[in-house]
């Protein structure tokens, strides 16, 4: 049976196809000249045809009195665009009233048509754009990316409010075990850089209020000062932009490296809501984290502001909290927590949002990672002022 195999494959030997070297010759005839063209005019025998070509083209454009030309491709042999874009070039060297095209065939007809009718010349310059112009387009640009983001982040809380809906309906839908794991992640994990920071901050808002006040003989006044500012804004919105910088980026990194390795798609595959699964409890943990955060702050804040003031402000830790306790209100510790929940549920909505963009490259993943925390972080500072111009409304 071997045999037989290897007598078969001697005696069927296949012939590889062997290329005729391209050329053509030039007649006189009775009433001008015939340019016959022969062998294969293809990609892999017309490379060094070029400059024969220029030659023969300039030759017969600059003829003496202007003799008519036929050219006869009966004589070809393969032929495709490569031979075609030299061989327009001598019929083009001609005028339209002196050339004549004879012997060809309908596909190399309609190839030499195509090829002499295509505009190799380069591309018109675009006009310059003003920059009053270029302005406007950027700003056009921006409007439509703000709208669809907009939407974005609109339909993914609608999807929000629809398993949570379903979630109240059926509470055995509730997933508490990524809840509570969640919640360790963006809450206790995080509180002790909180505090610190905020311990930090505090500490330095009293020093600072305490140099300037000393001028005036008004030392009690840094109390006031670090009470008020520090629950109604510095402790919400440092922890919130924190929380931006930490949770928001880390939910944007898990859910973009879900989505690049498919696995979001297997979820909807077997039948399974990824907002359900992946978004909703990282979404609440944040939003029950922040307001813990937010308390850790306050108390951290006026630790180091107390130790500050008894050390460089020489304010016993006693007057410092009659003053205190003179200075804030349960009100003011409300008007500062009552914040944390919405600018959680911003950073929630838009580090989930980026997530699910990502696409499948890591390049991706870091450029939807560094808009989150972009994004979040200017989404706090909006949240934050539309709630001081609220208060400042209703007389709080």
Request: hydrophobic content about 50%.
């Amino acid at each position: 049976m071997g045999r037989e195999v290897e007598a078969m494959a001697e005696g069927s030997k296949i012939e590889r196809w062997a290329p005729t070297p391209p050329d053509w010759s030039l007649e006189a005839t009775h009433d001008g000249a015939r340019l016959d063209f022969r062998g294969d005019w293809t990609i892999r025998t017309v490379g060094g045809l070029e400059a024969r070509v220029d030659e023969l083209a300039q030759a017969l454009a600059g003829a003496i009195g202007a003799p008519p030309v036929d050219f006869d491709v009966s004589g070809l042999g393969q032929f495709d665009t490569a031979g075609a874009l030299l061989m327009s070039r001598l019929v083009a060297s001609v005028g339209p009233e002196r050339r004549r095209v004879s012997g060809a065939s309908a596909s190399v007809g309609t190839l030499l048509r195509e090829v002499s009718e295509t505009d190799f010349g380069p591309a018109p310059p675009k006009p310059p754009v003003g920059p009053v112009m270029a302005m406007l387009a950027d700003l056009g640009r921006y409007g439509l990316t703000l709208a669809d983001e907009t939407t974005a982040v609109l339909q993914l809380m609608g999807s929000v409010a629809t398993v949570m809906v379903r979630a109240t309906i059926k509470p055995s839908r509730i997933r508490f075990v990524p809840f509570v794991h969640q919640l360790e992640q963006t809450a206790f994990k995080a509180a002790p850089i909180i505090a610190l920071m905020s311990f930090l901050i505090g500490a330095i808002i009293a020093q600072q209020g305490a140099f300037y006040f000393r001028r005036f003989g008004a030392d009690l006044y840094v109390v006031d000062m670090v009470g008020v500012l520090t629950l109604r804004e510095i402790a919400v919105l440092l922890t919130a932009i924190m929380v931006a910088g930490r949770s928001g980026s880390a939910i944007t990194a898990e859910l973009g490296s879900m989505k690049m390795r498919e696995e979001i798609d297997a979820l909807q595959v077997t039948g399974l809501d990824p907002v359900e699964m992946l978004v909703v409890p990282r979404l609440t943990a944040l939003m029950l984290a922040l307001p813990i955060l937010t308390f850790i702050a306050d108390l951290a804040a006026l630790v180091g502001a107390a130790v500050v003031c008894n050390i460089y402000g020489g304010i016993p830790t006693e007057t410092f909290l009659y003053r205190l306790k003179a200075a804030i209100a349960l009100r003011t510790f409300m008007v500062g927590i009552a914040k944390a929940p919405f600018m959680a549920l911003i950073i929630g909505l838009v580090a989930s949002m980026e997530g699910l963009r990502v696409k499948g490259s890591a390049e991706s993943l870091g450029t939807q990672t560094t808009l989150s925390v972009v994004k979040s972080i200017f989404m706090v500072i909006v949240v934050d002022g539309i709630f001081a111009m609220f208060y400042a409304a209703v007389g709080v």
